[in-house]
């Protein structure tokens, strides 16, 4: 029988090419290119694997890391010097940015995505320059403009002078922007960001900007007394000022306001801070959310969040109200329960460390709530204990069943047979 020998080097060009398209771009950069081989450089180099670049790993529980060092030192080294021309996006993790950045100049970068900005990450990157030179407004913008970043996404949580002070004169760096995507989360803010306020201090020194997707979430602290305004009077302020649908949330306490103002579809990832009253709208993108009040959730609530959230992976329940009676009635009662199932059918991260007891029950007994994927829980072990029965009821074992990250507050280690039948996957 003949046999053959066939390298990999040997297929023609158009083969390769086919083969190499399968493969993730960064895994293909980093394991083939650069190696003495010069058809394999050359077709490496197409845009194919070029063109866009990320640098940032999304686990299974939606957490955002930065790929290895020893990948980051290869691209800088070797890769990044050679194929820097072709790059048209790069998706970065603020902690590992500065080297890849650094690496090259990206003349025809049009789109920067980063994740886990923080003020002094800001105050590094994009402020040195603007603050050291304030006797020449013209050459600052000389040495800060960014005119050929055709996309800008930003997530970002920050207090409010930096803002004011950092992010808003970034923004306005951008002259040719055409796509900008902002979701910012703005601690002790002491005004409402409205339309006015988006379009003068954004919108106008954008002239090229056809697509703005915004989600601003602002938490204000209130010293004293202040005029409540309505929801129709904050949006009648984003129709003076802003052509494109707007929806917003405020919820008023004794002691702080939290606001919502959002465009429409709404096109983020991650919402924060609702209650009760948040929108009656689908939230197509949202697959990280955030629930807190300091009024009860009910079961009806929680119909709501699975309807208009339909593909949420992780939820983040705070709230130490109890429910309602009629919630205790139900409780008792499977088979009156049995109609109103909740499914939350790509959930896999629940955190319930600041919820009270009776939302562990909400989401760990299977006549009321449905969790086919959960694989990560965070609770407080009195609790747990408490709706579990010390991990015998069989009402709460199946929505257990596939843990595999149990976060048990305060530390326990628990060594029974019973809680072993109860995350066999721990």
């Known amino acids: ?139 600052m913008i000389r040495l800060n403009n960014l005119p050929d970043l055709k996309c800008f996404y930003l997530q970002y949580d920050c207090f409010s002078d930096t803002y004011y002070n950092h992010i808003l004169p970034l923004l306005r760096h951008m002259p040719n922007i055409e796509q900008l995507n902002l979701r910012l989360i703005i601690a002790n803010q002491t005004t409402f960001i409205n339309g006015k306020h988006i379009y003068d201090e954004i919108i106008v020194h954008m002239s090229r900007l056809h697509i703005f997707n915004f989600c601003f979430c602002t938490c204000m602290r209130l010293y004293q007394p202040i005029d409540h305004l309505s929801i129709d009077d904050i949006l009648k302020a984003f129709s003076n000022n802003i052509y494109q649908q707007v929806d917003c949330m405020i919820r008023y306490r004794d002691t702080d306001i939290k606001y919502h103002a959002f465009s429409l579809p709404f096109m983020f990832d991650y919402l924060p801070f609702i209650d009760n009253k948040f929108s009656n709208i689908i939230f197509n993108h949202v697959i990280r959310l955030e629930v807190d009040d300091g009024i009860s959730f009910e079961h009806e609530f929680f119909m709501r969040i699975s309807l208009s959230f339909p593909l949420l992976k992780l939820l983040h329940i705070i709230n130490l109200k109890r429910q309602t009676s009629i919630s205790s009635n139900l409780s008792s009662n499977d088979n009156q329960l049995y109609s109103t199932i909740i499914e939350f059918p790509y959930l896999t991260s629940l955190n319930l460390l600041f919820a009270h007891y009776d939302y562990v029950d909400q989401f760990l007994n299977d006549k009321k709530t449905r969790l086919p994927c959960l694989t990560k829980l965070a609770v407080n072990y009195d609790k747990l204990i408490t709706v579990t029965k010390e991990f015998t009821n069989e009402r709460t074992r199946l929505n257990c069943m596939k843990v595999k990250q149990l976060n048990i507050r305060p530390h326990r280690n628990i060594d029974s047979e019973d809680f072993h039948i109860y995350f066999p996957l721990l």
């Open 1 to 139: 029988m003949n046999q053959y020998n066939v390298n990999l080097f040997d297929l023609p060009n158009e083969i390769l090419l086919i083969i190499l398209k399968k493969l993730d771009n960064m895994d293909v950069l980093y394991s083939l290119f650069d190696l003495n081989n010069e058809q394999l450089d050359k077709i490496i180099q197409e845009n194919t694997f070029t063109n866009n670049l990320n640098f940032v790993l999304i686990t299974l529980t939606d957490d955002v890391l930065s790929i290895s060092d020893s990948i980051i030192d290869r691209f800088y080294k070797n890769i990044l010097p050679k194929i820097h021309y072709n790059v048209k996006s790069l998706v970065l993790n603020s902690l590992s940015m500065e080297r890849i950045l650094f690496a090259a100049d990206y003349p025809n970068l049009n789109k920067l995505k980063i994740f886990n900005f923080n003020d002094k990450i800001v105050l590094r990157y994009f402020t040195d320059r603007l603050t050291t030179i304030t006797s020449s407004p013209e050459e």
